[in-house]
């Protein structure tokens, strides 16, 4: 399907502050004009705010002062009128306790910056984790012309002539110090290799993985996911994305065009295609509320279960996102989806036209790097989505970054009520574990850690990593970080903070993961878990107030995307009532 076009000039919802000669109309207009801006320039062309999400304490989005410049000379060039907006920016290397207690922070704020303000069409320029999902539900529920520019992935990171996956070498490197296989002065050596220019993670972790989201759902010019953060032609690409912003406010072109129910199962199958994090089924199932799209933990599992992963990028692979990038990037994940018969070509994009016009010439560069079907890292590379006594509502695993022969396993759990619990017993020499065990973390979901941290991966103890073993079979209501691998089951729901089957799991339970069979299952009787959860009690209060205790009272479940309940569905941009 072309985009039709709507009718050209027409009223802007920008000239109800700067269109006119009343007093409200110049209030508006003059004290923007005291930045000597020029009169015509408030004569009904689109006004285009730029999203920033940039702050010097997120690492990731540190450069997208630079690419903001490239998005207004764009929106100069198209006719429009550039104007900066500062948003908040969720880091995802500092925030404390977790980056995602504040993503519905970040999309509420911004939300409703886009709502009061006198803009017809917003760039979304985002980079680290957080951001990516939180401004994109924002303009899901403002449904105002948006589009998505990415700060882009950081360079190869390289040690001693090893590449350096940012994340991904620091888990490894960690674990290496624990079983005495580096020693501490290498691993600071290591810390600048990992970080050596600026971007987001050169894996493809959560940033890498909702840029692709980005792309795939239509929301991001095509080839926007991949190219570096350094590379000139990231530039361009904001650059180019300030010129089509102005055409999409002109053919109002809206987010609930192209955010379709076809939009997001390409998202999903695309996910699979490219190892992508476990983070993007919480931000897309919280996207698809925000859409009004009825997606769930089922569509994950069906839409991805026969995609086979042929991105052979860390942490399920051996190379990085610079090498994705000269390989061809996502449109040649997104052709291979569209000859597979995998990908809804028909999907529209912020291009105007179609998603299979925008990739059906895609070329392959390196097949070591983007692989064959036949060669691919795992035939099934969906996300697999697990049910059972022990997960009534769901839980996650992700196959391509698993140990096949943990696929199906039985053992006998060893409890950490919580992660202090976790880190005050996991260097013990005699903590009774071994690696046939499976190791069970409580109180981490939404509203137990509070904010479901990234603590799902948990370190091995060392004992087990002194035999050289890798991976263990690992269960908690946390989430882990895109750039982390292992046999690790996630977002177990309910969680244990609310009373979920987790919260009264003892040591010495036997424990049956088969992710074949999509089974969960904690080995006692229906009457011994009702009765264990009859006598459970919440272990902590809420918090007493604040913004810790609205997200405490109003965050939903994993297995819905913990958006908070209030904020499902689209609101609109109508002109709130002006008040001089």
């Given at each position: 399907m072309t985009f039709r076009k709507a009718d050209w000039p027409r009223k802007l919802r920008s000239q109800e502050w700067y269109g006119g000669t009343s007093r409200d109309n110049i209030y508006h207009r003059g004290w923007l004009k005291n930045q000597g801006y020029p009169h015509d320039l408030f004569d009904g062309r689109p006004v285009i705010g730029i999203l920033n999400t940039w702050s010097d304490l997120t690492p990731c989005n540190g450069h997208l002062r630079e690419l903001a410049e490239k998005v207004k000379a764009g929106v100069w060039e198209a006719g429009g009128f550039p104007l900066e907006v500062p948003v908040f920016s969720a880091s995802e290397n500092t925030f404390r306790p977790t980056a995602m207690m504040y993503r519905n922070l970040a999309a509420m704020a911004v939300e409703e910056v886009m709502r009061a303000q006198p803009i017809d069409g917003a760039v979304l320029l985002v980079g680290c984790d957080k951001t990516t999902p939180s401004l994109l539900m924002a303009a899901a529920s403002t449904d105002l012309p948006s589009i998505v520019v990415t700060g882009g992935p950081m360079l190869n990171g390289w040690f001693r002539g090893e590449r350096v996956g940012s994340g991904t070498a620091l888990w490894q490197m960690s674990e290496d110090i624990k079983a005495g296989r580096m020693t501490s002065a290498d691993f600071l050596e290591a810390e600048q290799a990992m970080s050596r220019s600026s971007g987001t993670c050169n894996t493809m972790g959560t940033a890498s993985t909702m840029a692709s989201m980005a792309e795939a759902l239509g929301m991001a010019l095509s080839g926007n996911a991949a190219i570096p953060g350094v590379d000139a032609r990231r530039r361009v690409m904001a650059q180019l994305t300030g010129r089509r912003i102005v055409q999409m406010v002109k053919d109002d072109l809206r987010p609930s065009d192209i955010l379709t129910r076809a939009a997001f199962e390409n998202a999903v199958r695309t996910n699979g295609a490219i190892g992508g994090s476990t983070n993007a089924v919480i931000h897309l199932l919280a996207l698809a509320g925000r859409c009004e799209v009825d997606l769930t933990l089922d569509d994950w599992d069906r839409l991805g279960r026969d995609v086979p992963t042929i991105v052979n990028l860390m942490p399920s692979g051996k190379y990085l996102m610079e090498e994705f990038f000269y390989a061809g990037g996502l449109p040649v994940v997104l052709k291979r989806l569209g000859e597979a018969g995998m990908l809804n070509r028909d999907a529209l994009t912020v291009s105007g036209g179609p998603i299979w016009d925008e990739v059906k010439d895609a070329v392959n560069w390196n097949e070591d790097v983007i692989l064959p079907a036949e060669k691919a890292l795992t035939s099934s590379?969906?996300?697999?989505?697990?049910?059972?006594?022990?997960?009534?509502?769901?839980?996650?695993?992700?196959?391509?970054?698993?140990?096949?022969?943990?696929?199906?396993?039985?053992?006998?759990?060893?409890?950490?009520?919580?992660?202090?619990?976790?880190?005050?017993?996991?260097?013990?020499?005699?903590?009774?574990?071994?690696?046939?065990?499976?190791?069970?973390?409580?109180?981490?979901?939404?509203?137990?850690?509070?904010?479901?941290?990234?603590?799902?991966?948990?370190?091995?103890?060392?004992?087990?990593?002194?035999?050289?073993?890798?991976?263990?079979?690992?269960?908690?209501?946390?989430?882990?970080?895109?750039?982390?691998?292992?046999?690790?089951?996630?977002?177990?729901?309910?969680?244990?903070?609310?009373?979920?089957?987790?919260?009264?799991?003892?040591?010495?339970?036997?424990?049956?993961?088969?992710?074949?069979?999509?089974?969960?299952?904690?080995?006692?009787?229906?009457?011994?878990?009702?009765?264990?959860?009859?006598?459970?009690?919440?272990?902590?209060?809420?918090?007493?107030?604040?913004?810790?205790?609205?997200?405490?009272?109003?965050?939903?479940?994993?297995?819905?995307?913990?958006?908070?309940?209030?904020?499902?569905?689209?609101?609109?941009?109508?002109?709130?009532?002006?008040s001089h």
């Open positions: 590379g969906g996300i697999a989505v697990l049910r059972g006594n022990l997960a009534p509502n769901g839980a996650v695993l992700k196959p391509s970054a698993a140990s096949p022969h943990l696929m199906k396993h039985r053992g006998r759990a060893v409890v950490f009520e919580d992660i202090d619990d976790y880190k005050a017993q996991i260097n013990c020499d005699d903590l009774d574990i071994d690696e046939d065990c499976v190791m069970v973390l409580k109180n981490c979901g939404p509203k137990g850690y509070p904010g479901m941290s990234e603590v799902g991966n948990m370190g091995l103890p060392p004992k087990v990593l002194r035999k050289g073993v890798t991976d263990m079979v690992r269960i908690s209501d946390a989430r882990m970080s895109g750039t982390a691998y292992g046999t690790v089951v996630l977002h177990t729901s309910p969680e244990a903070a609310v009373g979920g089957p987790l919260a009264v799991v003892r040591t010495g339970d036997m424990i049956e993961l088969d992710v074949p069979a999509r089974r969960l299952h904690l080995d006692i009787s229906d009457t011994d878990l009702a009765e264990r959860l009859a006598a459970w009690r919440p272990v902590t209060d809420a918090p007493a107030s604040g913004y810790a205790r609205l997200f405490h009272e109003h965050v939903e479940g994993a297995e819905t995307g913990a958006d908070f309940d209030f904020l499902k569905g689209r609101r609109g941009h109508e002109v709130p009532r002006d």
